[in-house]
């Protein structure tokens, strides 16, 4: 069950003005360069908009998922359901030990019934993937996933019922619906930053039944695969 998303000094007088001009031109171009290498960087769009985000079930007890934004950052994480005393809240900064920019294109949620939800972001600004184990029993502790394989991500690619995340040796896949897992080694330790990562992985592409990594290397391209069950 997929939850939907509802709801920011010159001696000619003749040369002083061509000088300045040219001056302004060079400035304004510089400034324009800039400006589009710096929007070309981003992942998705930073304008700034201080509505709040929501995911909703049909499920029985209305399960649901919340992120309030406060100044245009994401500010409380809230989950819950009807038989809950009290939600399930947390501050997206602490939770994340960083600030993120987020955008509807970017985020989706997974609540498998009053279980869990799964919450998949990337932040706008480096691209960087997140991932979330929600439990709404308060006995049980959050899993975060900050090296996330995200379909928001158009060189990765997954199903809608299917989550990935890597660290820097492996790559895990779960279902949502069973909570199943496999995962894969990329044969050795890669050194990237996730805040960068298509500097070690081009692209994935994951199935129930395979998975497949795509690897830059020292200038080429490596493949992996495994084939699997889920």
Request: proline content about 3%.
């Amino acid at each position: 069950m997929v939850a939907t998303f509802i709801f920011v000094c010159h001696k000619n007088p003749i040369m002083k003005p061509i000088l300045v001009f040219s001056f302004a031109v060079l400035l304004f171009a510089a400034c324009s360069n800039n400006n589009s290498a710096d929007t070309a960087k981003l992942f998705c769009d930073t304008t700034c908009n201080n509505d709040s985000f929501l995911f909703k079930s049909d499920a029985p007890l209305h399960p649901f998922v919340s992120i309030s934004v406060n100044n245009c950052i994401p500010d409380t994480l809230t989950w819950g359901h009807d038989k809950l005393d009290n939600d399930r809240k947390m501050h997206i900064s602490t939770l994340l030990d960083k600030t993120v920019r987020i955008n509807k294109s970017a985020i989706n949620c997974y609540i498998k019934d009053t279980s869990n939800a799964w919450l998949s972001f990337n932040d706008c600004i480096t691209g960087r993937g997140y991932l979330l184990k929600l439990p709404f029993n308060k006995a049980n502790d959050i899993s975060k996933y900050s090296g996330a394989i995200n379909s928001f991500d158009k060189k990765f690619v997954l199903p809608d019922d299917m989550r990935a995340y890597a660290d820097y040796s492996m790559i895990y896949v779960v279902d949502v619906n069973t909570g199943k897992t496999e995962q894969m080694t990329f044969k050795e330790e890669l050194n990237f930053s996730f805040d960068n990562i298509h500097k070690a992985i081009d692209s994935v592409n994951v199935s129930h039944n395979r998975i497949y990594v795509l690897l830059n290397k020292d200038g080429q391209k490596v493949p992996l695969e495994k084939n699997i069950s889920l």
